[in-house]
C-alpha cells in the first residue's frame, strides 16, 4: 500500500472508457514473444489495427505492406506515436514464434505487435473490428482486408480496406489528424 493509501488518501480513480470503446471487450492475447496481455491494454495512444492470418498469401502481406507504407510517410515523431497491433485469425496454428516469423520476414518496424488471441476471443475481436471471415475446407481464410484506426481510447476514428500495397491517401490523412490531436 502506498503512502497516500496509507494516510487515507483514496488512490486515483482508473480512467474510464469512453462508452463506444472497443477496449471494454475482455479478449486475453499473447503477442510474437509470447507475452500475455489484454486487449485493453492497447490503449494510450492511437493504433493501427487489422486481422490477418500467418499462411496467408495473397491479402495478408499486402495488409502488412499497406501498414508500412502508411507509417512511412508519417514523420518520425508521429510514427513514434502510433501504435500498431496485427491480431491473427488462426490462433489454432498461428503461434507466437510463426507471428515472430512473419514480423521478421516482412521487416516490419520492432514496436508492431503482432497478437494471437485467445481462441474463444477471434470471433468477438472481429467482430467489433468490423472483420468479416470464414475458414475453407483447404485451411485458408476468407476474411475481410482491413485496416482499422483507434484513438487513444479504443474508438473507431477510420477504416481502409486493403486493395494494394500503397496506403489510402484519404486514410493517411484520418491517421495525420488523429496523431495532431493526440
Known sequence: MGD???AGVP???AQVLPGESLYHLR???TDQH?????WAALRGRPQLVSMFYVNCHLMCPLILEN???LQKQLPAAERERLGVAILTLDPARDTPESLAAVAQRHRVPADWRFLRPAPDDVRALASVLDVRYRFREDGSVNHTSMLVLLDPDGR???RSEVVGAAPDPAFLQQVRTALAAD
Open 27 to 29: 479478449a486475453g492475447l
Open 4 to 6: 497516500a493509501q496509507a
Open 156 to 158: 473507431v476514428l477510420a
Open 67 to 69: 501498414a508500412k507504407a
Open 11 to 13: 488512490a486515483a480513480p
Open 34 to 38: 509470447g507475452q500475455a496481455l489484454q
